[in-house]
């Protein structure tokens, strides 16, 4: 089925540690992004690509970096620099370009916690 | 800078009952896009509906309907005979139809609450 799927589902991280979350999608999308979601709030932007070996950041970036080395993975590092990095993150992708704001789709989702 | 206001954080509802989830926009773009997503318990966000400014036509899915307004700024969603599978957050949103920019910008939902 084609798809977007994340992984792990649940992870933690250690104080002082980098963790990767994977993204990977099949969907041949051009366009992939990062969206942290808090308890009670909407989802907001860390970082986008829209091709290959670009991307952008978005409204929340610090503390985290992105690759985007092949059209279907986007993996997301939160780094140690991110204080707070408790939250549901939800990679998403979509076709891009046409002029008409495609809809993106969602991957499940996965949930970080500070041990 | 654009903006998506939904006011209502909780709704709560017993089944069959009609509710209507409000949705205002910011934008100072003649071109955008708005859209509906919604968000079970398992946490995937699953689309809805997208709208472009230039149609302010209402739409009718099955139980779902939505009615755009551009001179108040609204995008609102009605649910008619609402079910325990309704259960969900909900969330509007917005982005920009120029530029190359597909950004959403999301309001923070309203997570609404279906009874039996």
């Known amino acids: 089925d084609g798809g977007i799927t994340q992984s792990p589902k649940y992870l933690f991280r250690k104080e002082g540690q980098n963790v990767t979350l994977s993204c990977e999608q099949n969907l041949n999308h051009d366009a992939m992004y990062w969206y942290r979601q808090d308890p009670g709030q909407g989802l907001r932007l860390i970082y986008y690509s829209q091709i290959v070996n670009d991307f ?3 409204d929340i970036a610090e503390g985290y970096s992105v690759s985007r080395e092949k059209k279907e993975s986007f993996p997301l590092t939160v780094t140690s620099a991110q204080k707070n990095p408790t939250a549901f993150y939800l990679c998403a992708s979509s076709i891009f370009g046409t002029g008409y704001n495609q809809p993106q789709h969602f991957g ?3 949930r970080l916690s500070i041990l | 800078a654009q903006k998506v206001t939904q006011a209502q954080t909780e709704i709560s509802v017993v089944e069959k009952e009609d509710v209507t989830l409000d949705c205002v926009y910011e934008t100072r773009d003649t071109t955008y896009y708005l859209f509906w997503y919604k968000q ?10 997208r709208r ?3 149609d302010e036509q209402n739409e009718i899915s099955g139980r779902y309907s939505w009615n755009f307004q551009k001179s108040t700024s609204s995008f609102n969603f009605t649910i008619t005979a609402s079910q325990v ?4 957050v909900y969330f509007c949103a917005l982005s920009r139809g120029q530029g190359g920019s ?3 910008v ?3 939902g309203t997570k ?3 009874n039996p």
């Open chain 1, 108 to 110: 499940d989702g996965t």
């Open chain 2, 102 to 104: 597909e950004k959403l």
């Open chain 2, 85 to 88: 599978v309704d259960s969900a």
């Open chain 1, 56 to 58: 952008q950041k978005g």
């Open chain 2, 112 to 114: 609404l609450t279906v």
């Open chain 2, 106 to 108: 999301f309001g923070k």
């Open chain 2, 52 to 54: 472009n400014s230039f």
């Open chain 2, 40 to 49: 079970p318990p398992s946490g995937e966000l699953v689309f809805l509906i």
